[in-house]
Nanobody, 123 residues
Framework: QVQLVESGGGLVQAGGSLRLSCTVS????????MGWFRQAPGKEREFVAY????????YYSDSVKGRFTISRDSAKSTAYLQMNSLKPEDTAVYYC????????????????WGQGTQVTVSS
């Protein structure tokens, strides 16, 4: 059974930083691409960042490019999302996902999801 567990969310002031973690079990992490998505209240879940299985390929949404960094540690079966210069509009539940088959920025392309972690940015 594949499980993804996110952690690291919380409340932070605008301009601050957080690092989210996503630990994967029940699946070979080293061969799995990872994605991060987020969902704000009343909005659709949207793509945030992607990292390929080797870590050599990354993509970001325009709204977070230059502020967020996705990375992975295969020894720990964990993917990370470093979030800097946070803005109130970054407030959302953040989800990690894997088991991709399709476009990296499409929610429907991912088979396995974590339960999400809340990030709240105050102004």
């Amino acid at each position: 059974q594949v499980q993804l567990v996110e952690s690291g969310g919380g409340l932070v002031q605008a301009g601050g930083s957080l690092r989210l973690s996503c630990t994967v079990s029940g699946r070979t992490f080293s061969g799995s691409a990872m994605g991060w998505f987020r969902q704000a209240p009343g909005k659709e879940r949207e793509f945030v960042a992607y990292i390929g299985w080797s870590g050599g390929t990354t993509y970001y949404s325009d709204s977070v490019k230059g502020r967020f960094t996705i990375s992975r540690d295969s020894a720990k079966s964990t993917a990370y999302l470093q979030m800097n210069s946070l803005k109130p509009e970054d407030t959302a539940v953040y989800y990690c996902a894997t088991g991709i088959f399709g476009s990296y920025n499409q929610r429907s392309a991912y088979r396995y999801w974590g339960q999400g972690t809340q990030v709240t940015v105050s102004s």
